[in-house]
C-alpha cells in the first residue's frame, strides 16, 4: 500500500540520512559553555505526558500486536483493506481557520491549491496551506526561518536534526508548549491522539513540558535487523536458527561466497550487528558510571570480527569501497545474500523489485544473536518517533486547540475512513478499488503526498502490503519472535540540549571514520584504539563529563 510502503521506506532512508539519530536520545546543540539541557525528570515528564487510552475505533487487525516490555510491541499487521471505511471522527474539526504548515518532502511537490489539498480542507474546516520543502536541505531551510522568527503555524522537525534546529533553545519561545491541552487526562479531548505510544510522546518533550506531535510512530523501533536472501537460503537448506553466533555468521559467509561466479555473502552489516558482542549501544551505566561504547572492551571485540570478515574475502568489493547507494540493487541481484537494513526495508516495493530481478527472491532476517552464541541477545530500542511537528508559540489557545482537533484528525486510525481520505485522497477522483486495494489515479498520484498530512499528525505504523500478503506475514513473524530482546538503552528517548562543543565530542567524527576504514578493512583495529585514546583523553573525557554533570546525575538514564 503506497502510503503505508512509503512511511515505512521513510523510516528506513532516514536510518541512512541520519546515520544513528533514529536509535539515540534527541539532541539540540546550544552556544555557550554549559547552556540549559532543557532534560525531563522523571516526576515532571510523568506529569507532562498525556495518558494512553487504546483507540476504540481502530480497525481489528489480521495479526494483532504481541507485546513486549514496556512501550514495546509489534505492529499489528493487516492483510486486506477494510471494503467500507468506517468514519472515527464525529464532525469536522476545524472552526474555519487560516494557518501555513512546513513539511520535509522527499519526492516531488503536489501542485500548489490541487484537488486533494482542496477536499482535506473541507474535511478538516480549515485552510492549512501546506508548504512541503526539500528534505535534502531542510536542515539549513529551518533555521533561516527561525533566525528570522518566521516560522510557520505547524512545522515538522525531524529529531536527528535537533542539534541544527536547536529545537530545545525553540521550545517555549518559538514552539507552543502543549502540556496544557494535553498532558494527562486532557488528552482524551483528542481519542486519536491518545492512542499515540508514550514512548513517542517522550520525543516532543523538553524540560518537563510537552511541545511536539509524534508522526509516524512505532512501538517497534530499532536500527534494523540483519537481512538474508531467505529464498537462497533455503535452497541450500539453511534456516536462520542455525546462526546462533558470530562463529556461525562468519561459517554461513564462507559456504555463501563464490567471488568467481560474482557472489559474496555479506554487504555492510556493522551498524546492525556490532551490539551482538555485548557492546553497548553508546552507553552504559557500570556500577553507577558512564561507560562510552569506545571504552568496552566488547567494542573491540566486534571491531575485529568485522576486521576479519572484510579481510576474508566474504564482503562484496563495493561495499568495502563505501559504495551504500547500491546495496539494495546488490541485494536484489543476489550479488550479495546478507545485508543490513532499516525495518522499513522489508516492504511490497521491495517484494516485487526483489521478484522482478529474481522471481525466486524472498526476504528474510536473522533473529537476534549473541556473538558468543550464549548470551541471551538484545535488541537495542530506538526513539518511537523521529518525525514530530510542533505548533507555533505565536498562536492564541483558541487556534491551538482548533490544529490540535486537525492533529487528531489526521492521526485517525489505519482503514478508517479518514485514513483512506488522507492517505489516498478521494475515491473516485484520486484513487479507486483494485482487488479492493485503494490504488491511485494519475490524479491521485501527482497530489497525494505521504509526506504532507501525516508529517503533521499520524497514527502508529501497521503492517500492511496489499498484494504482498507474503511480506506482511514474514515480518510480522520476525517482530514477533524478536520483540522480548527489545531493551531500551540508557537515556532512552530523552531530550537534552548539548553546547556545540560536546555535541561535536559525541559525533567524533575522525574515530567514526577510522571504526568504517577498519571494518572496510583498510585499517586495523589497532589504528583504531589509537584514534580512541587521543579522543578519551580530551573531547571524549568531557563529553562523559558534561553528561555525567547534567543528565545522568540530575535526570538518571530515562529508564
Not at 517522550?202 to 509524534?214: F, H, S
Amino acid at each position: 500500500m503506497r502510503s503505508a510502503l512509503n512511511r515505512r521506506s521513510f523510516l528506513s532512508a532516514t536510518a541512512t540520512i541520519a546515520g544513528a539519530a533514529a536509535v539515540t536520545p534527541m539532541l539540540s546543540a546550544c552556544g555557550g559553555s554549559a547552556g540549559k539541557p532543557g532534560a525531563n525528570s522523571e516526576e515532571g515528564l510523568k506529569a507532562a505526558l498525556p495518558a494512553f487510552v487504546p483507540s476504540s475505533g481502530a480497525v481489528g487487525a489480521d495479526i494483532p500486536p504481541v507485546p513486549g516490555g514496556a512501550d514495546v510491541a509489534t505492529d499489528p499487521a493487516y492483510l486486506t483493506y477494510p471494503a467500507s471505511p468506517s468514519t472515527s471522527v464525529s464532525g469536522i474539526p476545524g472552526k474555519g481557520g487560516r494557518y501555513t504548515a512546513v513539511t520535509p518532502l522527499w519526492g516531488t511537490n503536489p501542485p500548489v491549491g490541487n484537488s486533494f489539498y482542496q477536499a482535506m480542507n473541507k474535511a478538516l474546516g480549515v485552510e492549512l496551506t501546506i508548504k512541503p520543502a526539500d528534505g535534502n536541505n531542510y536542515n539549513t531551510i529551518v533555521p533561516t526561518m527561525t533566525a528570522a522568527e518566521r516560522l510557520p503555524d505547524w512545522i515538522n522537525l525531524p529529531s536527528w536534526w535537533n542539534a541544527n534546529f536547536n529545537t530545545g533553545k525553540l521550545t517555549g519561545t518559538q514552539l507552543a508548549d502543549l502540556t496544557p491541552y494535553l498532558s494527562g487526562d486532557k488528552i482524551k479531548k483528542y481519542p486519536h491522539l491518545a492512542a499515540l505510544p508514550t514512548g513517542a510522546w517522550r520525543a516532543g518533550a523538553w524540560g518537563d513540558k510537552l511541545y511536539g506531535i509524534p508522526c509516524v510512530s512505532t512501538r517497534f523501533a530499532i536500527t534494523g535487523p540483519v537481512y538474508h536472501r531467505r529464498d537462497v537460503l533455503d535452497a541450500r537448506g539453511v534456516t536462520p536458527g542455525q546462526v546462533k553466533s558470530a562463529d556461525d555468521l562468519m561459517s554461513l559467509g564462507k559456504e555463501l561466497t563464490d567471488a568467481k561466479r560474482g557472489v559474496w555473502a555479506f554487504d555492510d552489516v556493522w551498524t546492525y550487528l556490532y551490539t551482538a558482542w555485548g557492546a553497548p549501544q553508546k552507553w552504559k551505566v557500570d556500577n553507577g558510571k558512564l561507560v562510552h561504547l569506545f571504552e568496552t572492551q566488547e567494542f573491540l571485540e566486534a571491531l575485529d570480527w568485522h576486521y576479519r570478515l572484510a579481510t576474508s574475502g566474504y564482503v562484496h568489493p563495493d561495499a568495502l569501497a563505501g559504495d551504500n547507494a547500491n546495496a539494495v540493487t546488490r541485494f536484489y541481484s543476489g550479488k550479495v545474500l546478507i545485508t543490513g537494513d532499516g525495518g522499513g526495508a522489508w516492504n511490497l516495493t521491495d517484494h516485487q523489485s526483489g521478484v522482478a530481478a529474481n522471481r525466486a527472491y524472498r526476504r528474510g532476517a536473522f533473529n537476534a544473536l549473541a556473538a558468543d552464541g550464549k548470551s541471551t541477545p538484545v535488541i537495542y530500542m530506538g526513539a518511537s518517533t523521529s518525525m514530530i511537528s510542533y505548533l507555533n508559540a505565536g498562536l492564541k489557545p483558541a487556534q491551538i486547540e482548533e490544529l490540535l482537533a486537525v492533529a487528531n484528525y489526521l492521526a485517525a486510525p489505519y482503514g478508517t475512513a479518514e485514513y483512506t481520505l488522507i492517505n489516498f485522497g478521494v475515491e473516485g477522483v484520486h484513487h479507486t478499488r483494485e482487488n479492493g486495494v485503494p490504488t491511485f489515479t494519475t490524479e491521485g498520484k501527482k497530489d497525494v503526498q505521504p509526506q504532507t498530512f501525516p508529517f503533521l499528525a499520524s497514527p502508529p505504523a501497521v503492517l500492511s502490503n496489499p498484494g504482498g500478503d507474503i511480506v506482511t506475514k514474514d515480518y510480522a513473524a520476525w517482530q514477533a519472535a524478536n520483540v522480548k530482546a527489545l531493551v531500551k538503552p540508557p537515556f532512552w528517548g530523552m531530550n537534552y540540549s548539548m553546547p556545540q562543543a560536546i555535541a561535536a565530542a559525541e559525533a567524533a567524527q575522525s574515530v567514526n571514520d577510522t571504526i568504517k576504514d577498519c571494518y572496510h578493512g583498510k585499517k586495523k583495529v589497532s589504528e583504531v584504539q589509537a584514534t580512541v585514546s587521543s579522543w578519551r583523553s580530551g573531547p571524549g573525557m568531557r563529553l562523559k563529563q558534561w553528561m555525567t554533570d547534567h543528565v545522568l546525575d540530575k535526570y538518571g538514564t530515562g529508564q
